[in-house]
Nanobody, 125 residues
Framework: QVQLVESGGGFVQVGGSLRLSCTAS????????VGWFRQAPGKEREFVAA????????YSADSVKGRFSISKNYANRATYLQIDNLRPEDTAVYYC??????????????????WGQGTQVTVSS
């Protein structure tokens, strides 16, 4: 199984940017789709974005389009989530996960098998 470790979270002011990283334990990550989800205090975990390592197709939630972008780096076995123009409502724990969802399930948690421990993003106004 692949292990995932997130990093890059922290405190940032409104309008700032962060790049979150999700580093995989081995190269098997290239056979998966890696997704980013987030969970704000008192809310359900929600899908943010995903990328298929094979082919590079990307998907993102309508609520974050234009501010969030996802990418990958083979050399580092890392998946990145770039977040720009941060808003207070982006405050959440951000998780990455690996799975093999089909297009209709790419935003579905149960389509992902392996999860990281999460990284906290706090946006202050």
């Amino acid at each position: 199984q692949v292990q995932l470790v997130e990093s890059g979270g922290g405190f940032v002011q409104v309008g700032g940017s962060l790049r979150l990283s999700c580093t995989a334990s081995d190269g098997s990550v290239t056979s998966y789709t890696v997704g980013w989800f987030r969970q704000a205090p008192g809310k359900e975990r929600e899908f943010v974005a995903a990328i298929r390592w094979s082919g590079g197709n990307t998907y993102s939630a309508d609520s974050v389009k234009g501010r969030f972008s996802i990418s990958k780096n083979y050399a580092n076995r890392a998946t990145y989530l770039q977040i720009d123009n941060l808003r207070p409502e982006d405050t959440a724990v951000y998780y990455c996960a690996a799975g093999r969802p089909i297009m209709s399930t790419v935003a579905t948690e149960r389509a992902y098998y392996y999860w990281g421990q999460g990284t906290q993003v706090t946006v202050s106004s």
